[in-house]
Structures are given as structure tokens and as C-alpha cells.
């Protein structure tokens, strides 16, 4: 079992930067790879970005790919994503999540933040 918990979000210009951070509870944190998603309203929850147990290994949606990384800390039980060059059309709620990263990429287990909500204003 693992919890998590978002923090970061917030309004910023278009070009601008945010940081995302996601806190986890339990003892496995390191054994989980880790997930970045969205939700726009009206649309679904989609990938953004995702990470090896080890940190070793990322993945991303094409859209965010340059402008967006992830990263974690196991020692602290944190996951983060850096945002760059933000876009109107990045905004949305973002989500993270427990999962595993195997060849075909990151694949999401059932375990959600309660999601930060990202504004970017053009």
C-alpha cells in the first residue's frame, strides 16, 4: 500500500515554470516505478511521464517531451516533475501515481494523489 499526495500546482504564464512534488507513505516506496497524469476538463486522465523504481529508466508523452522531467528521491519518498515552458493547453489537474515501468513502458497501478491543479494563462 502506498498513499500519495500532490503539491506545486498553481496559476502561471505561458513559458513559465512549476515544479510538481508527490509525497509517498509506506515502507515499498522504492519498489514502485512512479507516473505523472492529467486531466483537462472534459477530457481523460492521460500519461505524462513516468519512472523506474531506480530512476533509471523515463518515460514520456510525446507532448511534454523537452519541456517536462521527472524525477524521484527514494530517500525521501518523492517524486517530482519539472514543468518548462508551459502551455494554456497544459493546464489541467495533475495526478500521481504508483505503478511499474516493464518494456512497453509505464503501466499505473491503483494508486492516486488527490491531484494539483495546474493553470497556465496565455
Known amino acids: 500500500q502506498v498513499q500519495l499526495v500532490e503539491s506545486g500546482g498553481g496559476l502561471v504564464q505561458a513559458g513559465g515554470s512549476l515544479r510538481l512534488s508527490c509525497a509517498a507513505s509506506g515502507r515499498t516506496f522504492s519498489s514502485y516505478g512512479m507516473g505523472w497524469f492529467r486531466q483537462a476538463p472534459g477530457k481523460e486522465r492521460e500519461f505524462v511521464a513516468g519512472?523506474?523504481?531506480?530512476?533509471?529508466?523515463?518515460y514520456y508523452a510525446a507532448f511534454v517531451k523537452g519541456r517536462f522531467t521527472i524525477s524521484r528521491d527514494n530517500a525521501k519518498n518523492a517524486v517530482y516533475l519539472q514543468m518548462n515552458s508551459l502551455k494554456p493547453e497544459d493546464t489541467a489537474v495533475y495526478y500521481c501515481n504508483a505503478g511499474n515501468t516493464n518494456a512497453n513502458g509505464y503501466a499505473p497501478y491503483a494508486y492516486w494523489g488527490q491531484g494539483t491543479q495546474v493553470t497556465v494563462s496565455a
Open positions: 519512472i523506474s523504481w531506480s530512476g533509471g529508466i523515463t
